[in-house]
Structures are given as C-alpha cells and as structure tokens.
C-alpha cells in the first residue's frame, strides 16, 4: 500500500490546492462552460480566497489589524469613488460581486487585503530596503489592475462613466495602495509561506487568460 507525503496533506498544502482548484475552474467555467454560472461564482471564490489568507497568520494580532486597516481604507477609497468620483473616477459597480454597502460590494474591502497582503509578500523575495518593498508591492498591485480593468465591464464587475478607465484609476490606486504598504514593511510584519505568491500568481493568470480570450466572451 502507497503511503501517502503527509505533508502534500496538510492544511497549508490543502490551501493553496483549493485556490488553484477554485481560480482554474473558473477560467474553464467563463470561457468553455456556463459562463453566467461562473461569473455568478466570483464571491465565492473570493470569499475562499480571503478565509484561507487570513488563515494563513491568523495567530498574528498584526496581521490581523493591518488585515482591518486595508479593509476599512480600500471600502473607503471605493466609496469616494463610486459616490462622488474622487480617486479613481467616475464608475459604478455591477451586481456580480454580491452585496453592496453604499454602492460598493463588500468583496471589494476583501479584495484589498487580498492585494495588499500578497505583494506585500511578494516584495520580501526582492529587497531588504523597505521603501523599495512598498514601491514595488504597489506596482504589482497596479500591474494586476491594469489587466482586470478591460475584462471588468465585460464581467458587470464595474463600469467607468466613458468606457474605460481614465489614467486617473492607476493613479488613484497608487495613491491608496503605497502607504497600506508602507504598514506591512515599516510595521516589519512576518508573512511566511508561499500561500501568497500562489493567489497572486492565480489572479495574474485568472485575468490574462480571460483578457487574451476577450472577444470571445458573452456580454452579461
């Protein structure tokens, strides 16, 4: 009888395979299966996404706070967006990221920490100097955005007045998303693991497929 690595079944291990099963499934759902069903899938997938990271350092009262304190600031920067078109521009959310509070989908504050947190992450392998840490976290993150955005309206994620999204937007989450970074390393919060650079790497690969096979997607 085959014994079986325990450590391909630990709960770290069983982690990072549930979001590759999740993100994979989704690719292959939009683009070759029931399309609206999969879409509709999204909270859920960002729901398991957002547990298992905060599974990850959970016993970290740090992470935990600066976890909070992302969440608080990205609903707050979507808010002034959505309601008054500061920061971002003048766009709008669709019903696919589930329930709203004042016009945004509370997955949207859960996204943040999903970002946040993950390059953060990221950046450690890179440097040691701090300040170059945060500057390229904050990169990666509008490095992802910069590929969600075409595929977004297409997804009823969101919809800038115009079409598209207006150079302000990148700005904008440059602005907001450095000095949530400068928390992580200034703060010298310890995020071990490679949980982080998997979702990362999942939503890179997640959005470029969908982005590559744009034209070929149904309008929701």
């Given at each position: 009888?085959?014994?079986?690595?325990?450590?391909?079944?630990?709960?770290?291990?069983?982690?990072?395979?549930?979001?590759?099963?999740?993100?994979?499934?989704?690719?292959?759902?939009?683009?070759?299966?029931?399309?609206?069903?999969?879409?509709?899938?999204?909270?859920?997938?960002?729901?398991?996404?957002?547990?298992?990271?905060?599974?990850?350092?959970?016993?970290?009262?740090?992470?935990?706070?600066?976890?909070?304190?992302?969440?608080?600031?990205?609903?707050?920067?979507?808010?002034?967006?959505?309601?008054?078109?500061?920061?971002?521009?003048?766009?709008?959310?669709?019903?696919?990221?589930?329930?709203?509070?004042?016009?945004v989908p509370w997955l949207i504050g859960a996204n943040w920490v999903i970002l946040v947190i993950c390059t953060g992450r990221i950046a450690q392998e890179f440097t040691d100097n701090?300040?170059?840490?945060?500057?390229?976290?904050?990169?990666?993150?509008?490095?992802?955005?910069?590929?969600?955005?075409?595929?977004?309206?297409?997804?009823?994620?969101?919809?800038?007045?115009?079409?598209?999204?207006?150079?302000?937007?990148?700005?904008?989450?440059?602005?907001?998303?450095?000095?949530?970074?400068?928390?992580?390393?200034?703060?010298?919060?310890?995020?071990?693991?490679?949980?982080?650079?998997?979702?990362?790497?999942?939503?890179?690969?997640?959005?470029?497929?969908?982005?590559?096979?744009?034209?070929?997607?149904?309008?929701?």
């Open positions: 009888m085959l014994m079986v690595n325990k450590k391909f079944l630990s709960p770290y291990s069983l982690s990072i395979g549930l979001i590759w099963l999740f993100h994979i499934s989704g690719i292959l759902g939009i683009i070759y299966g029931d399309a609206r069903w999969f879409v509709e899938a999204t909270p859920i997938n960002l729901g398991v996404s957002m547990t298992l990271l905060i599974w990850q350092e959970y016993r970290q009262i740090k992470f935990l706070g600066i976890c909070l304190l992302c969440f608080m600031v990205g609903m707050g920067a979507e808010w002034l967006g959505v309601t008054y078109g500061l920061i971002f521009g003048d766009y709008s959310y669709g019903d696919m990221l589930g329930p709203k509070f004042q016009g701090l300040w170059a840490r945060a500057l390229l976290a904050t990169l990666l993150m509008v490095f992802l955005d910069v590929l969600i955005e075409p595929i977004a309206p297409v997804l009823d994620f969101w919809t800038f007045n115009g079409g598209h999204a207006p150079y302000q937007n990148y700005l904008g989450w440059a602005l907001v998303a450095f000095p949530l970074q400068c928390t992580i390393h200034f703060s010298r919060l310890e995020l071990k693991g490679w949980f982080y650079h998997n979702l990362y790497l999942l939503q890179l690969l997640f959005f470029m497929i969908l982005l590559l096979r744009l034209n070929s997607l149904p309008n929701f």
